[in-house]
């Protein structure tokens, strides 16, 4: 296991499985949410734009509560690999559900899709922390580039999206089609994820490298993943290093609570589910994350992460004004800029928060910030309910 972890074979290998990874974290999501004029074609009484999101994220904040509190005894590859494996069954049964039914509405159709939701709340919740908090003691670049994925797909989805609505009539048999279409590929993509965590990746060198590094300071998640790189012995002194304390996730959070605070994930509808919006705020989150990659332009200072995060506040009444007030042009730049600040900054967060950690407190740091990351969503979900206030159910 010589290998030095800088110049690590297999290094760009990983960035570029990381970054897949990532894409899957979040595509079969995107894709529900991309095709929701489908749905509000076919369940035009049940507000499925704003219902689907509701039912996602408590199923998603929940289970990240569980599993980060027993971050320290989960098996990580278990973990992850249950988690693809969710977002590839339901993605398939979006597939089946749609087909058994003809595309018809009802609320047991509409019942079903909810559970769909409900499923990938889940396989986001065991995926996204498990992913996150495994890469967060190897080196940034993969964690740069697995946190690039999410917006990647989320800008794919936005363009495949536009491609089908220009190949389709823009009609209910069109939509459906389009939603076909975007639920088979979702599914495919999945399981391609499943494949690349279970075969692919635990297999390169540099990732070994870094899990038994992990292993001999002591972390107990690393182990299945280990065996699967074919790695039968660890650092030596791993007996010692398994017994050293490590601080407590109390102990973490009371250090990192300005991290995790600032890991609110705005995505405000204001109402306005036009895909050039859509398109915009992901193609500048997708930039966003790759700023960072340019060392003088990653914001590392705790207080600067801070203020940059909490200024974001500011975005709510230009938003509300700009909605009232503002013509198109205006909207789609605060989206622009929405998109750009959210990448960024969850990038210099999220790579910034574990240095100086040993691998069991990175790991169990990066779960906790994705934690408050879901909280901070469904907090905007919720919120998200107050604009149709007045409007009509």
Not at 61 to 89: D, P, S
Not at 118 to 124: R, S
Request: proline share 3%; hydrophobic share 50%; aromatic share 12%.
């Amino acid at each position: 296991m010589a290998i030095h972890a800088e110049n690590g074979e297999g290094k760009l290998t990983a960035m570029v499985v990381c970054w897949l990874l990532g894409n899957g974290c979040m595509f079969s999501w995107n894709s529900m949410l991309t095709i929701v004029d489908y749905f509000g074609f076919v369940f035009p009484n049940y507000h499925p734009s704003r219902v689907l999101t509701l039912v996602y994220q408590p199923f998603a904040t929940v289970t990240l509560a569980i599993l980060a509190y027993n971050e320290a005894k989960i098996n990580t590859r278990r973990r992850n690999l249950q988690g693809y494996l969710l977002f590839f069954v339901s993605s398939l049964l979006i597939l089946v559900l749609d087909l058994a039914t003809s595309g018809r509405g009802g609320i047991g159709t509409f019942i079903g899709i909810c559970l769909v939701s409900a499923a990938f709340g889940v396989a986001d919740a065991h995926v996204q922390g498990g992913m996150i908090g495994d890469l967060s003691f190897m080196c940034p670049e993969f964690l740069q580039s697995f946190l690039a994925g999410p917006a990647a797909s989320g800008a794919l989805t936005s363009a495949l999206r536009l491609i089908t609505k220009a190949a389709f009539e823009n009609s209910k048999n069109g939509l459906r089609k389009g939603a076909l279409l975007f639920f088979g590929i979702s599914a495919f993509f999945e399981l391609l994820c499943v494949l690349l965590y279970a075969y692919v990746f635990p297999k390169l060198p540099i990732v070994k490298y870094y899990r038994a590094k992990a292993a001999s300071e002591g972390s107990k998640t690393v182990s299945a993943d280990l065996a699967a790189g074919g790695v039968k012995t660890v650092l030596p002194d791993i007996e010692q290093a398994a017994q050293e304390e490590r601080l407590s996730n109390k102990q973490l959070l009371r250090q990192n609570i300005d991290y995790a605070v600032t890991r609110r994930y705005w995505k405000t509808q204001l109402g306005l589910l036009a895909l050039v919006l859509i398109a915009m705020y992901n193609v500048w989150d997708l930039i966003g994350r790759y700023i960072p990659v340019i060392e003088c332009l990653k914001l590392k200072s705790r207080k600067g992460l801070v203020i940059a995060s909490l200024s974001r506040f500011l975005l709510i009444p230009c938003f509300y004004f700009t909605a009232k007030y503002g013509d198109q042009g205006w909207m789609i730049l605060l989206t622009s800029y929405l998109g750009l600040t959210n990448g960024y900054l969850t990038v210099c967060v999220l790579t910034v928060a574990p240095e100086g950690y040993k691998g069991p407190e990175q790991n169990a740091l990066g779960n906790l910030l994705v934690f408050f990351l879901g909280m901070g969503i469904f907090a905007g979900v919720t919120s998200d309910w107050l604009w149709i206030i007045g409007k009509g159910w």
